[in-house]
T-cell receptor, first 115, second 115 residues
Framework: AQKVTQAQTEISVVEKEDVTLDCVYETRDTTYYLFWYKQPPSGELVFLIRRNSFDEQNEISGRYSWNFQKSTSSFNFTITASQVVDSAVYFCALSEDNQGGKLIFGQGTELSVKP | DSGVTQTPKHLITATGQRVTLRCSPRSGDLSVYWYQQSLDQGLQFLIQYYNGEERAKGNILERFSAQQFPDLHSELNLSSLELGDSALYFC??????????????FGPGTRLTVL
Protein backbone atom coordinates (compact mmCIF):
# COMPACT_ATOMS: atom_id res chain seq x y z
CA ALA A 1 0.00 0.00 0.00
CA GLN A 2 1.14 3.53 -0.61
CA LYS A 3 2.54 5.46 2.31
CA VAL A 4 4.61 8.55 3.02
CA THR A 5 6.64 8.88 6.20
CA GLN A 6 8.13 12.08 7.53
CA ALA A 7 9.83 10.90 10.68
CA GLN A 8 10.80 14.37 11.88
CA THR A 9 7.78 15.93 13.56
CA GLU A 10 9.50 19.17 14.57
CA ILE A 11 12.84 20.73 13.75
CA SER A 12 14.24 23.91 15.24
CA VAL A 13 17.25 25.70 13.79
CA VAL A 14 18.88 29.09 14.04
CA GLU A 15 18.83 31.40 11.07
CA LYS A 16 21.50 30.68 8.42
CA GLU A 17 21.79 27.03 9.39
CA ASP A 18 21.20 24.39 6.72
CA VAL A 19 18.38 21.95 7.39
CA THR A 20 17.23 18.74 5.71
CA LEU A 21 13.69 17.44 5.89
CA ASP A 22 13.38 13.71 5.34
CA CYS A 23 10.70 11.92 3.32
CA VAL A 24 10.44 8.18 2.77
CA TYR A 25 7.72 6.68 0.61
CA GLU A 26 6.27 3.26 -0.18
CA THR A 27 4.63 2.30 -3.44
CA ARG A 28 4.30 -0.76 -5.67
CA ASP A 29 3.85 1.31 -8.80
CA THR A 30 6.70 1.93 -11.21
CA THR A 31 5.18 5.24 -12.29
CA TYR A 32 4.55 7.70 -9.51
CA TYR A 33 5.08 11.33 -8.59
CA LEU A 34 6.46 13.00 -5.50
CA PHE A 35 5.66 16.48 -4.27
CA TRP A 36 6.64 18.91 -1.56
CA TYR A 37 4.22 21.51 -0.21
CA LYS A 38 4.76 24.28 2.33
CA GLN A 39 2.09 25.35 4.84
CA PRO A 40 3.06 28.66 6.46
CA PRO A 41 1.33 29.89 9.63
CA SER A 42 -1.31 31.58 7.48
CA GLY A 43 -2.57 28.09 6.61
CA GLU A 44 -2.54 27.82 2.83
CA LEU A 45 -0.71 24.98 1.06
CA VAL A 46 1.95 26.19 -1.35
CA PHE A 47 3.37 23.93 -4.04
CA LEU A 48 7.16 23.68 -4.08
CA ILE A 49 8.20 20.86 -6.41
CA ARG A 50 7.03 17.83 -8.37
CA ARG A 51 9.25 14.92 -9.38
CA ASN A 52 8.34 11.84 -11.42
CA SER A 53 9.70 8.38 -10.73
CA PHE A 54 11.78 8.28 -13.90
CA ASP A 55 13.72 11.42 -13.16
CA GLU A 56 16.26 10.96 -10.39
CA GLN A 57 18.14 14.11 -11.18
CA ASN A 58 18.50 16.31 -8.12
CA GLU A 59 17.07 19.80 -8.35
CA ILE A 60 18.12 23.13 -6.95
CA SER A 61 15.99 26.25 -6.80
CA GLY A 62 17.67 29.10 -5.00
CA ARG A 63 18.20 28.04 -1.39
CA TYR A 64 16.06 24.93 -1.87
CA SER A 65 17.32 21.59 -3.13
CA TRP A 66 15.82 18.15 -3.42
CA ASN A 67 17.52 14.76 -3.38
CA PHE A 68 15.54 11.90 -4.93
CA GLN A 69 16.92 8.39 -4.40
CA LYS A 70 14.84 5.50 -5.69
CA SER A 71 17.22 2.97 -4.12
CA THR A 72 16.21 4.16 -0.65
CA SER A 73 12.70 5.41 -1.59
CA SER A 74 13.54 8.84 -0.31
CA PHE A 75 12.88 12.36 -1.49
CA ASN A 76 14.62 14.71 0.92
CA PHE A 77 14.41 18.49 0.97
CA THR A 78 17.26 20.75 2.03
CA ILE A 79 17.05 24.44 2.82
CA THR A 80 20.40 26.18 2.73
CA ALA A 81 21.03 29.23 4.88
CA SER A 82 17.59 29.08 6.46
CA GLN A 83 15.60 32.23 7.12
CA VAL A 84 12.83 33.07 9.57
CA VAL A 85 10.37 33.16 6.64
CA ASP A 86 11.07 29.46 6.07
CA SER A 87 9.22 28.66 9.29
CA ALA A 88 6.30 26.49 8.26
CA VAL A 89 5.02 22.94 8.13
CA TYR A 90 6.40 21.06 5.14
CA PHE A 91 4.55 18.14 3.60
CA CYS A 92 5.84 15.45 1.29
CA ALA A 93 3.22 13.73 -0.88
CA LEU A 94 2.92 10.82 -3.31
CA SER A 95 0.58 10.14 -6.21
CA GLU A 96 0.41 6.90 -8.14
CA ASP A 97 -0.40 6.52 -11.80
CA ASN A 98 -3.46 4.32 -11.31
CA GLN A 99 -5.06 6.37 -8.53
CA GLY A 100 -6.29 9.41 -10.45
CA GLY A 101 -4.86 12.49 -8.85
CA LYS A 102 -5.09 11.31 -5.27
CA LEU A 103 -2.28 12.70 -3.13
CA ILE A 104 -1.06 10.73 -0.12
CA PHE A 105 0.53 13.13 2.36
CA GLY A 106 3.06 12.52 5.06
CA GLN A 107 2.36 13.81 8.54
CA GLY A 108 4.41 16.93 7.94
CA THR A 109 7.52 18.40 9.54
CA GLU A 110 7.18 21.65 11.44
CA LEU A 111 10.26 23.77 10.86
CA SER A 112 10.99 26.64 13.20
CA VAL A 113 13.77 29.02 12.22
CA LYS A 114 14.82 31.31 15.03
CA PRO A 115 16.61 34.62 14.50
CA ASP B 1 -2.43 33.43 -4.58
CA SER B 2 -3.02 30.03 -6.22
CA GLY B 3 -6.08 31.14 -8.18
CA VAL B 4 -8.31 28.63 -6.39
CA THR B 5 -11.06 30.24 -4.34
CA GLN B 6 -13.00 28.74 -1.47
CA THR B 7 -15.97 30.07 0.44
CA PRO B 8 -16.64 30.57 3.23
CA LYS B 9 -13.31 30.99 5.05
CA HIS B 10 -14.81 30.08 8.38
CA LEU B 11 -17.93 28.18 9.33
CA ILE B 12 -19.25 27.54 12.80
CA THR B 13 -22.22 25.26 13.21
CA ALA B 14 -23.81 22.77 15.58
CA THR B 15 -23.84 19.00 15.66
CA GLY B 16 -26.46 17.44 13.42
CA GLN B 17 -26.46 20.33 10.97
CA ARG B 18 -25.61 20.36 7.26
CA VAL B 19 -23.19 22.71 5.52
CA THR B 20 -21.98 23.33 1.98
CA LEU B 21 -18.45 24.33 1.10
CA ARG B 22 -17.78 25.91 -2.27
CA CYS B 23 -14.73 25.88 -4.51
CA SER B 24 -13.87 27.58 -7.79
CA PRO B 25 -10.86 26.11 -9.61
CA ARG B 26 -8.14 28.01 -11.42
CA SER B 27 -9.10 29.21 -14.85
CA GLY B 28 -8.68 26.36 -17.32
CA ASP B 29 -8.37 23.59 -14.74
CA LEU B 30 -10.77 20.69 -15.19
CA SER B 31 -10.07 18.73 -12.04
CA VAL B 32 -11.13 19.55 -8.50
CA TYR B 33 -10.01 17.74 -5.36
CA TRP B 34 -11.19 17.90 -1.77
CA TYR B 35 -8.98 17.24 1.25
CA GLN B 36 -9.58 17.31 4.99
CA GLN B 37 -6.88 18.41 7.42
CA SER B 38 -7.31 17.56 11.09
CA LEU B 39 -4.89 17.23 13.98
CA ASP B 40 -5.42 13.50 14.44
CA GLN B 41 -5.76 12.42 10.77
CA GLY B 42 -3.46 14.87 9.04
CA LEU B 43 -4.17 15.70 5.39
CA GLN B 44 -6.60 13.18 3.92
CA PHE B 45 -7.84 12.95 0.35
CA LEU B 46 -11.63 12.88 0.11
CA ILE B 47 -12.67 12.94 -3.54
CA GLN B 48 -11.72 14.09 -7.05
CA TYR B 49 -13.87 15.29 -9.92
CA TYR B 50 -12.71 15.73 -13.48
CA ASN B 51 -14.86 17.73 -15.87
CA GLY B 52 -18.01 16.94 -13.93
CA GLU B 53 -17.36 13.23 -13.35
CA GLU B 54 -16.11 11.55 -10.21
CA ARG B 55 -12.61 10.23 -10.88
CA ALA B 56 -11.19 9.05 -7.56
CA LYS B 57 -12.53 8.53 -4.08
CA GLY B 58 -10.76 8.39 -0.74
CA ASN B 59 -12.09 7.58 2.70
CA ILE B 60 -14.98 9.97 2.37
CA LEU B 61 -17.77 9.40 4.86
CA GLU B 62 -21.24 8.53 3.58
CA ARG B 63 -22.50 11.70 5.29
CA PHE B 64 -20.29 13.69 2.90
CA SER B 65 -21.00 14.21 -0.77
CA ALA B 66 -19.61 16.38 -3.52
CA GLN B 67 -20.33 17.41 -7.05
CA GLN B 68 -18.79 19.42 -9.84
CA PHE B 69 -21.03 21.66 -11.89
CA PRO B 70 -20.91 22.48 -15.63
CA ASP B 71 -19.05 25.72 -14.88
CA LEU B 72 -16.48 23.48 -13.08
CA HIS B 73 -17.00 24.87 -9.62
CA SER B 74 -17.48 22.25 -6.94
CA GLU B 75 -19.39 21.90 -3.71
CA LEU B 76 -18.73 19.62 -0.77
CA ASN B 77 -21.78 18.86 1.33
CA LEU B 78 -21.35 17.68 4.90
CA SER B 79 -24.42 16.49 6.76
CA SER B 80 -25.33 15.17 10.22
CA LEU B 81 -22.25 16.92 11.45
CA GLU B 82 -20.31 15.55 14.40
CA LEU B 83 -17.70 17.17 16.62
CA GLY B 84 -15.02 15.12 14.87
CA ASP B 85 -15.82 16.76 11.54
CA SER B 86 -14.21 19.97 12.76
CA ALA B 87 -11.26 20.47 10.43
CA LEU B 88 -9.74 22.56 7.69
CA TYR B 89 -11.17 21.58 4.33
CA PHE B 90 -9.07 22.28 1.28
CA CYS B 91 -10.01 22.35 -2.34
CA UNK B 92 -7.35 21.97 -5.02
CA UNK B 93 -7.46 22.11 -8.78
CA UNK B 94 -5.31 20.84 -11.61
CA UNK B 95 -5.36 20.44 -15.33
CA UNK B 96 -5.39 19.26 -18.00
CA UNK B 97 -5.23 15.49 -17.41
CA UNK B 98 -6.53 15.16 -13.88
CA UNK B 99 -4.03 12.37 -13.33
CA UNK B 100 -1.18 11.55 -10.99
CA UNK B 101 1.30 13.77 -12.81
CA UNK B 102 -0.71 16.96 -12.49
CA UNK B 103 0.36 19.53 -9.94
CA UNK B 104 -2.47 20.41 -7.59
CA UNK B 105 -2.88 24.02 -6.52
CA PHE B 106 -4.68 24.53 -3.26
CA GLY B 107 -7.21 27.09 -2.16
CA PRO B 108 -6.98 28.90 1.19
CA GLY B 109 -9.27 26.38 2.89
CA THR B 110 -12.51 26.52 4.85
CA ARG B 111 -12.19 26.10 8.60
CA LEU B 112 -15.20 24.22 9.92
CA THR B 113 -15.96 24.23 13.62
CA VAL B 114 -18.73 21.98 14.88
CA LEU B 115 -19.97 22.84 18.38
Amino acid sequence: AQKVTQAQTEISVVEKEDVTLDCVYETRDTTYYLFWYKQPPSGELVFLIRRNSFDEQNEISGRYSWNFQKSTSSFNFTITASQVVDSAVYFCALSEDNQGGKLIFGQGTELSVKP
Amino acid sequence: DSGVTQTPKHLITATGQRVTLRCSPRSGDLSVYWYQQSLDQGLQFLIQYYNGEERAKGNILERFSAQQFPDLHSELNLSSLELGDSALYFCASSGPQGGAGDTQYFGPGTRLTVL
